[in-house]
């Protein structure tokens, strides 16, 4: 019997992905600075009277080095950044709107000059660091666990990949039956993904709204020898209201799915949009009336969205 030629169409929502997203990943690669002595355990677990091989010993051979700790913290920075600009699609790989794609590069090219800026400091600085580290490991110091400083720079590296949402073609010779239940569960993983990042617009936009209110309201500060109470005006940072208009830029041109929450989320950013136009972060700190219109405004989308 000859097999069934079935031709299976992706979700629509999978073609609008490959055409206004893409997928990134980042790479962050740096040097433990850590090395397992076999001889110092041997002597605890000798002292201690238990059994060699009960216990390990890992020895931090640049204990105290802040520019070592300065890339370190600049890797978890990048981490940081990627959650915040991106959408979580597996676990190697995150989302990226295609109109949000030529302000991630310009940011990850920055982060990238402060990583090898980092590094190359570090290593024009590493011979003396070695040379302290022989000073202050005492008798644990040991040369040979100290590689060349050509041999540590290529420990570090900072990695940018990009490739597009895969389209799907489900043109295999395989029977009706078959066709179907491969169909229906690549859509469901692929509504399970595209759920999730509507969810992460939702969530951002909420708590961008809701830092934006705050902001725009007044703290009570009572006088302690008085007792008299007065109101005072809440600080305006303006990274969170350049947030919000970035929001309401992207999500205004990346629409996932209509279906009632993304319907919601459209009408919220048309109305945040529409409040923050022309407003800055100055007209915010030193007028009133604006600081009022914009707060009223966004609890009055909160509201009806949350």
Same mark, same amino acid.
């Given at each position: 019997?000859?097999?069934? /030629?079935?031709?299976?169409?992706?979700?629509?929502?999978?073609?609008?992905?490959?055409?206004? =997203?893409?997928?990134?990943?980042?790479?962050? %690669?740096?040097? &433990?600075?850590?090395?397992?002595?076999?001889?110092?355990?041997?002597?605890?677990?000798?002292?201690? %009277? =238990?059994?060699?091989?009960?216990? %390990?010993?890992?020895? *931090?051979?640049?204990?105290?080095? #802040? /520019?070592?700790?300065?890339?370190?913290?600049?890797?978890? $920075?990048?981490?940081?950044?990627?959650?915040?600009?991106?959408?979580?699609?597996?676990? *190697? !790989?995150?989302?990226?709107?295609?109109?949000?794609?030529?302000?991630?590069?310009?940011?990850? *090219?920055?982060?990238?000059?402060?990583?090898?800026?980092?590094?190359?400091?570090?290593?024009?600085?590493?011979?003396?660091?070695?040379?302290?580290?022989?000073?202050?490991?005492?008798?644990?110091?040991?040369?040979?666990?100290?590689?060349?400083?050509?041999?540590?720079?290529? $420990?570090?590296?900072?990695?940018?990949?990009?490739?597009?949402?895969?389209?799907?073609?489900?043109?295999?010779?395989?029977?009706?039956?078959?066709?179907?239940?491969?169909?229906?569960?690549?859509?469901?993983?692929?509504?399970? +993904?595209?759920?999730?990042?509507?969810? !992460? !617009?939702?969530?951002?936009?909420?708590?961008?709204? !809701?830092?934006?209110?705050?902001?725009?309201?007044?703290?009570? +500060? &009572?006088?302690?020898?008085?007792?008299?109470?007065?109101?005072?005006?809440? @600080?305006?940072?303006? /990274?969170?209201?350049?947030?919000?208009?970035? #929001?309401?830029?992207?999500?205004?041109?990346?629409?996932?799915?209509?279906?009632?929450?993304?319907? $919601?989320?459209?009408?919220?950013?048309?109305?945040?949009? @529409?409040?923050?136009?022309?407003?800055? &972060?100055? =007209?915010?700190?030193? /007028?009133?009336?604006?600081?009022?219109?914009?707060?009223?405004?966004?609890?009055?989308?909160? *509201?009806?969205?949350?």
């Amino acid at each position: 019997m000859e097999a069934i /030629s079935t031709e299976l169409q992706a979700p629509n929502h999978i073609i609008s992905l490959s055409t206004s =997203a893409v997928l990134v990943s980042i790479d962050v %690669k740096t040097w &433990t600075a850590t090395k397992q002595d076999s001889n110092i355990a041997d002597e605890v677990t000798d002292k201690k %009277k =238990a059994d060699r091989g009960s216990g %390990k010993f890992i020895k *931090s051979l640049l204990q105290g080095n #802040l /520019s070592y700790r300065d890339i370190i913290n600049t890797r978890q $920075k990048i981490y940081n950044w990627i959650n915040q600009s991106a959408y979580r699609w597996n676990h *190697s !790989q995150d989302l990226i709107p295609t109109v949000d794609l030529p302000k991630f590069t310009r940011e990850f *090219s920055m982060w990238e000059d402060l990583f090898n800026e980092q590094v190359d400091t570090f290593i024009s600085q590493y011979p003396t660091a070695v040379s302290n580290q022989a000073m202050q490991q005492g008798d644990m110091y040991d040369s040979s666990d100290y590689p060349s400083a050509d041999e540590v720079r290529t $420990k570090f590296a900072l990695n940018l990949y990009v490739s597009e949402v895969p389209e799907q073609d489900f043109r295999c010779q395989v029977a009706d039956d078959l066709a179907r239940d491969l169909k229906i569960n690549y859509q469901k993983q692929t509504e399970g +993904i595209v759920k999730d990042v509507l969810h !992460q !617009q939702i969530d951002r936009v909420t708590k961008v709204m !809701q830092s934006i209110s705050h902001c725009c309201g007044y703290k009570e +500060i &009572t006088n302690s020898k008085t007792g008299e109470v007065t109101e005072q005006k809440r @600080k305006i940072y303006g /990274s969170t209201l350049q947030k919000a208009q970035e #929001l309401c830029e992207t999500y205004s041109q990346f629409k996932l799915v209509d279906n009632e929450d993304s319907q $919601k989320l459209s009408v919220a950013i048309d109305s945040l949009g @529409k409040i923050l136009g022309g407003v800055s &972060t100055e =007209a915010l700190k030193e /007028s009133v009336v604006t600081r009022k219109r914009v707060k009223e405004g966004i609890d009055d989308i909160l *509201s009806k969205f949350i």
